[in-house]
Structure formats: structure tokens, C-alpha cells
């Protein structure tokens, strides 16, 4: 069974940083790709970043140049790096994973329970 755990949501203030964290735990043959999305009151859920097993990254608009997505493959850990924080950054942060569990046949996708980020005056 795979469980993706993240940590890291935090209040902070307008321009400060945060760095979320998302490791995969269970047994995992292999991952494809890792990502962060993101889900507002009242707004969908929306893709923030994502990167390859091949380590290409790409981001929303919205986000380029202030928040940098990286793994550390020997931890099936995902990391996304905020920097200078806008109010409109404040969301709940989902980790994503699209892995193949050990015993599985195809890759399947897996989410985590999601993380608080408060973005303050």
C-alpha cells in the first residue's frame, strides 16, 4: 500500500517562503512523474507543478520564478520550494504521484491528504 504524507503547510507572511514536503511511503517500483496542486475556497483544484522521473520540471504561470518543484529519488520525496509568497498563493497544497506499486501491474495515481498554506498581511 502506498501513502503519500506531506508536511510543511504553515501560516506565513506576504513575500515570506515555505517549503512543502511529500514522501511516498509503501512499496514502490518505480515513479513516472511527481507533482503539487493546489485547491482554494471556493476554487477548483489546479495543477502548480510537476516533474519527471527525468527531472523536467514545469509550473504554472503563475507560480514561474518563485516556487521550484525537486525530488530526492532515494526517499520518494517531493519537495516544492514558495518563495515570496502572494495572498493569492493560500490553498490547500496536494502532493501527486504517479508511481507503480511493487506488486502492481500498471502505474496508478496516488494523492496525499493535502497541507495548509496561509498567506498573511
Known amino acids: 500500500q502506498v501513502k503519500l504524507v506531506e508536511s510543511g503547510g504553515d501560516l506565513v507572511q506576504a513575500g515570506g517562503s515555505l517549503r512543502l514536503s511529500c514522501t511516498a511511503s509503501?512499496?514502490?517500483?518505480?515513479?513516472?512523474?511527481m507533482a503539487w496542486h493546489r485547491q482554494a475556497p471556493g476554487k477548483q483544484r489546479e495543477l502548480v507543478a510537476t516533474?519527471?522521473?527525468?527531472?523536467?520540471?514545469n509550473y504554472t504561470d503563475s507560480v514561474k520564478g518563485r516556487f521550484t518543484i525537486s525530488t530526492n529519488s532515494a526517499k520518494n520525496t517531493v519537495y516544492l520550494q514558495m518563495n515570496s509568497l502572494k495572498f493569492e498563493d493560500a490553498a490547500v497544497y496536494y502532493c501527486?504521484?504517479?508511481?507503480?506499486?511493487?506488486?502492481?501491474?500498471?502505474?496508478?495515481?496516488?494523492w496525499g491528504q493535502g497541507t495548509q498554506v496561509t498567506v498573511s498581511s
Open positions: 516533474i519527471t522521473s527525468g527531472g523536467n520540471a
Open positions: 509503501g512499496t514502490i517500483a518505480a515513479i513516472n512523474a
Open positions: 501527486y504521484v504517479r508511481g507503480l506499486p511493487t506488486f502492481g501491474r500498471s502505474f496508478q495515481d496516488f
